[in-house]
Structures are given as C-alpha cells and as structure tokens.
C-alpha cells in the first residue's frame, strides 16, 4: 500500500512536495545537469581514452560559466585518489547490484542512490532486471544530501528538471561527500560505467 493518500491521481505530486526533505527548496534559476536522453545515449565512451579527470571535468562543466561550481571542483580534484566511489560499502553495494544490461542512465542511478547508505536501503528493492524504478522510491528518513543524490538520479533517468547546477554548486546545501557522487554519477551517465575504471590501469578494475 502507498504512503501517499493522493497516490494515482492528479494530486500525487503536490503531495510529495510537500512531504519533501526539510532545506532543499527548488530554485527556478541555473541550468539542468542533463539537458536530454539524447545526450545520455550518445557514443563517446572512447573520446576520454587520453584524458585525465580534470580534462573531463572541464570538458563537461565548463560550458556552465558558474564559479563556485567550478571552485567545488577543484577542490574535489585536490584530494582525488583516482578511486570513484566513496567508501567500500559504496563499492560493494554498486558492485552487487550492477547488471551488464543497464543503461548509462541505470548504472548512474545506481552509483548515486549506493552512495548513501539511508537512501539505499529505500531504493535496492526497487533495482529490476534492466532498469531501476527511481519514481518508486521511499524518501522518509533521508538526509538532505541522499535527497540530493536521489533527484540527480530522477533527473538523469527521466531527463526532467530536478535538480541544477546552482543547486549541485552550493556547498551549503550538498556536502563534499555527496557533491563528488552527483559529479561522477553525472560522468557516467555520459559516458558509462568505464569512467569507473578510469586512472585504474594500474589497479584493480572496478568493473570488467
């Protein structure tokens, strides 16, 4: 049974927002992290073979024109272990429920709602075969930060408006921790799930 009264009808969505995470207002103005699918299903996974990070994260967020965005990212790459996820228990959640048939947008999604832990134990019941039903998602009990995370993820499966750049840019909204996911989910979205062995030659890959 849903949690919400209004579930099905017209309604539904004014419900939610108000059962939303306490300090995440929307705001109205900045620019949408992922412009379209049509984007997300491009084929470049190739063009980042002789890059590094920074040249990729310029080459994907520098067209934004906002500074302290780009002042959050060059303090993320200041303290880059050229690992992407944030913990092991990141890793290992990621890891176990990864399927090869997922696209760029459910790899992301499930980089991204792994990287919290309150979050994540809403959202692994709703990973299907080939896709993750993100719409379907619990939010009680999550951090502003998983809030973060999860609108990143709607945003980057349903290529709607639900979080932006502005918002991604405030530090005093979204955490390191949770700034540094949403940047690398947004890379994977892009690209697919081989910016996660990026800078790992070396090492042991991430995903083979």
Same mark, same amino acid.
Request: glycine letters at 6%.
């Given at each position: 049974?849903?949690?919400?009264?209004?579930?099905?009808?017209? %309604? +539904?969505e004014?419900?939610?927002?108000?059962?939303?995470?306490?300090?995440?207002?929307? *705001?109205?103005? $900045?620019?949408?992290?992922?412009?379209?699918?049509?984007?997300? &299903?491009?084929?470049?996974?190739n063009?980042?073979?002789?890059?590094?990070?920074?040249q990729? %994260?310029?080459? &994907?967020? +520098?067209?934004?024109?906002?500074?302290k965005?780009?002042?959050?990212?060059?303090?993320?790459?200041?303290?880059?272990?050229?690992?992407?996820?944030l913990?092991?228990? /990141? *890793? /290992?959640?990621?890891?176990?429920?990864?399927?090869?048939?997922?696209?760029?947008?459910?790899c992301?999604?499930?980089?991204?709602? +792994?990287? #919290?832990?309150?979050?994540?134990?809403?959202?692994?019941?709703?990973?299907?075969?080939?896709?993750?039903?993100?719409?379907? =998602?619990?939010?009680? $009990?999550?951090?502003?930060?998983?809030?973060? %995370?999860?609108?990143?993820?709607?945003?980057?499966?349903?290529?709607?408006?639900? =979080?932006?750049?502005?918002?991604?840019?405030?530090?005093k909204?979204?955490? #390191?921790?949770?700034?540094?996911?949403?940047?690398?989910?947004?890379?994977?979205? *892009?690209? $697919?799930?081989?910016i996660?062995?990026? $800078?790992?030659?070396?090492?042991? %890959?991430? =995903?083979?």
């Open positions: 049974m849903s949690r919400y009264f209004f579930y099905g009808t017209k %309604l +539904s004014f419900e939610q927002m108000m059962m939303l995470v306490p300090n995440f207002k929307p *705001r109205r103005k $900045g620019v949408i992290v992922i412009g379209s699918t049509q984007i997300l &299903n491009e084929d470049i996974s063009q980042f073979a002789d890059k590094t990070y920074k990729l %994260l310029e080459s &994907n967020f +520098s067209k934004f024109n906002n500074r965005l780009d002042q959050r990212l060059q303090k993320m790459m200041g303290g880059w272990e050229e690992n992407c996820f913990t092991p228990s /990141h *890793r /290992h959640r990621f890891l176990r429920y990864y399927r090869e048939t997922f696209s760029n947008q459910s992301a999604a499930l980089y991204l709602l +792994s990287a #919290d832990e309150i979050l994540w134990y809403r959202a692994y019941g709703h990973i299907l075969t080939d896709e993750i039903s993100v719409k379907n =998602i619990p939010l009680q $009990g999550i951090s502003t930060d998983g809030y973060a %995370l999860y609108q990143t993820a709607k945003t980057i499966t349903t290529g709607k408006k639900h =979080i932006y750049i502005n918002e991604i840019a405030d530090d909204l979204i955490g #390191d921790f949770a700034f540094r996911a949403i940047i690398v989910g947004i890379l994977i979205a *892009r690209y $697919g799930h081989e996660l062995n990026f $800078g790992q030659e070396k090492k042991s %890959l991430c =995903i083979k």
